[in-house]
Nanobody, 127 residues
Framework: DVQLQASGGGLVQAGGSLKLSCVVSGFTFDDGAMCWFRQAPGREREGVSCVAPSDGPTFYAPSVKGRFTISTDSAKSTVSLQMNSLKSEDTAVYFC????????????????????WGQGTQVTVSS
């Protein structure tokens, strides 16, 4: 079974930084893409960032590009999301997700069918 365990959320002031981590088991980074999504209260879940299979290209939502960085560590089976210059509108529950290679659409990465979701981790940015 594929399992994703996310951590690293918390409360931070606007302009601050947080690093989210997601430990992956039962799924390698050659099997598919790894992504982060988020859901704010009253809003739909949205794609934040993905890294293509086998450490391929990275993708970012326009709202986070230049501030967030996704990365993988194969030795630790971990995908991370470094979040800098945080804004109040980044407040949300963040989810890591695994997307099989055959289903990952580089032209619409944010809507690729997710194979497995991790549990969410809350990020709260105070203004």
């Amino acid at each position: 079974d594929v399992q994703l365990q996310a951590s690293g959320g918390g409360l931070v002031q606007a302009g601050g930084s947080l690093k989210l981590s997601c430990v992956v088991s039962g799924f390698t980074f050659d099997d598919g893409a790894m992504c982060w999504f988020r859901q704010a209260p009253g809003r739909e879940r949205e794609g934040v960032s993905c890294v293509a299979p086998s450490d391929g290209p990275t993708f970012y939502a326009p709202s986070v590009k230049g501030r967030f960085t996704i990365s993988t560590d194969s030795a630790k089976s971990t995908v991370s999301l470094q979040m800098n210059s945080l804004k109040s509108e980044d407040t949300a529950v963040y989810f890591c997700a695994a997307v099989r290679t055959s289903l990952f659409d580089t032209n619409a990465w944010w809507s690729s069918p997710v194979d497995t979701w991790g549990q969410g981790t809350q990020v709260t940015v105070s203004s």
